[in-house]
């Protein structure tokens, strides 16, 4: 993940970058697979070839959608927990801006989940392009798991990539729960079960060197 410099936009890429917000809305709401270029020409108040102008096709458009989201997602959670102090507490700063802007697309659903859903069983470029976005993510998860050892946060023995797949579940629970049960109680239990998940693996430490009486 790199952050990039932004310059302004002419009115093409001005028309282009409104065309991607609304395509990700709609995306965001019916599914990668429910964004056409027709529905999103009426939304827009456009005609089809004037959509067409900007994106060659529909999968091309479909894979910018992914790149947006994936640039708002790298803006609202990695970039602002590089912030935190390396380590645990950059660790902690990505869960906790996880969790949350998880919570702020629940009335529309995370690109990411929702585009697994889609696309599990389905090969092509989208699929490709999904699957890489999301182990970026789970890489760069690892990496401050890693530090986190480094700094000695956690003790040595902890499993950076297991530590990471109970953090994905936990989210994903979240996820499940907030949109599909409505459970009003599962951001919190998204936090309680990161700090339970910490607590365990801190606790490897005392057991890998338990005390002798002396």
Not at 149 to 167: G, K, R, S, Y
Request: proline residues 5%; neutral net charge; contains cysteine.
């Amino acid at each position: 993940m790199s952050e990039t410099i932004q310059k302004p936009l002419r009115k093409g890429e001005q028309t282009r970058a409104s065309i991607l917000e609304t395509a990700l809305e709609l995306a965001s709401r019916e599914g990668l697979e429910g964004l056409t270029i027709g529905v999103l020409a009426d939304r827009m108040g456009m005609s089809k070839s004037g959509v067409f102008a900007h994106f060659g096709s529909r999968e091309d458009l479909q894979i910018d959608v992914l790149k947006l989201y994936n640039h708002q997602f790298e803006q609202a959670v990695f970039y602002p927990s590089l912030r935190a102090p390396r380590g645990l507490p950059r660790l902690q700063s990505l869960f906790a801006r996880w969790v949350e802007r998880v919570s702020q697309e629940i009335a529309s659903g995370c690109i990411y989940i929702s585009g697994a859903v889609e696309y599990d069983d389905r090969p092509g470029p989208i699929r490709d392009h999904l699957v890489g976005m999301v182990r970026t993510w789970q890489l760069a998860l690892q990496r401050a798991a890693l530090q986190a050892i480094e700094e000695q946060h956690l003790p040595a023995p902890t499993d950076a990539q297991q530590l990471v797949f109970e953090m994905y579940g936990l989210v994903l629970a979240l996820h499940h729960d907030a949109r599909f049960i409505r459970s009003p109680d599962c951001v919190q239990r998204a936090h309680a079960g990161f700090e339970r998940l910490i607590a365990s693996a801190r606790s490897e430490q005392t057991h890998s060197h338990p005390k002798t009486s002396t």
